[in-house]
């Protein structure tokens, strides 16, 4: 167990919707990443928040967005959703900024339909 | 931005053969360089990283070297076992390669 809590583990829904994946970070961590993981692609980063605050975002689409709030947890809300965003998306966090080791949830599977 | 290139994609091998992954890197900024393995179904986990002021590092099977001049880092695993069958990803800043699937055969 890497100490990071993902909720909901699956999720369907259907094109044009709008939905809300949850992070919690292992205790302590100050940092969470956001990855999008598709059916036999790489880790596409997202997005990383430090201490509340937005450090580096990556290839997100404008329809996503995400924040991390003051107790650390973090919220991806991903909007007028199209059949290419059905993936698996995982958070991990880490204790510091970068070049430190991240832990990943277990990660969320979207279905969009 | 960081661009990291991860080969090969596929790897297959037999039981107590060696292993080796290489990836590049584009930013001579970045500093650190995990290595994440991820089993069917699971999530990444890492298993060996450096640092860019050591050369190389070594964790019983498994080692890592770089080459800060180049801007090359790659992974070995040697005495390749069943249970080492999985995608490694490397991984420079907020940047993974693409995944190498390995495959040991018994």
């Known amino acids: 167990d890497s100490g990071v809590t993902q909720t909901p583990k699956h999720l369907i829904t259907a094109t044009g919707q709008r939905v809300t994946l949850r992070c919690s970070p292992r205790?302590?961590?100050?940092?969470v990443y956001w990855y999008q993981q598709s059916l036999d692609q790489g880790l596409q980063f997202l997005i990383h928040?430090?201490?509340?605050?937005?450090?580096a975002k990556g290839n997100i689409l404008e329809r996503f967005s995400a924040q991390q709030f003051p107790d650390l947890h973090s919220e991806l809300n991903l909007s007028s959703l199209e059949l290419g965003d059905s993936a698996l998306y995982f958070c991990?966090?880490?204790?510091?900024?970068?070049?430190?080791?991240?832990?990943f949830g277990n990660g969320t599977r979207l279905t969009v339909t | 931005g960081e661009n990291v290139e991860q080969h090969p994609s596929t790897l297959s091998v037999q039981e107590g053969d060696s292993a080796v992954i290489k990836c590049t890197y584009s930013?001579?900024?970045?500093?650190?360089f995990p290595w994440y393995k991820q089993e069917l179904g699971k999530r990444p986990q890492l298993i060996i990283d450096?640092?860019?002021?050591?050369g190389e590092k070594k964790d019983q099977r498994i080692a890592v070297t770089l080459n800060k001049t180049a801007k090359h880092f790659s992974l070995h695993i040697t005495e390749t076992q069943p249970e080492d069958s999985a995608v490694y990803f490397c991984?420079?800043?907020?940047?993974f390669g693409k995944g190498t699937l390995l495959t040991v055969n018994p």
């Open positions: 991990a966090s880490s204790a510091l900024d970068l070049g430190t080791p991240l832990h």
């Open positions: 205790s302590g961590d100050l940092s």
């Open positions: 991984a420079a800043r907020l940047t």
């Open positions: 928040y430090y201490n509340g605050e937005e450090r």
């Open positions: 450096i640092r860019s002021n050591v």
């Open positions: 930013d001579s900024a970045s500093n650190y």
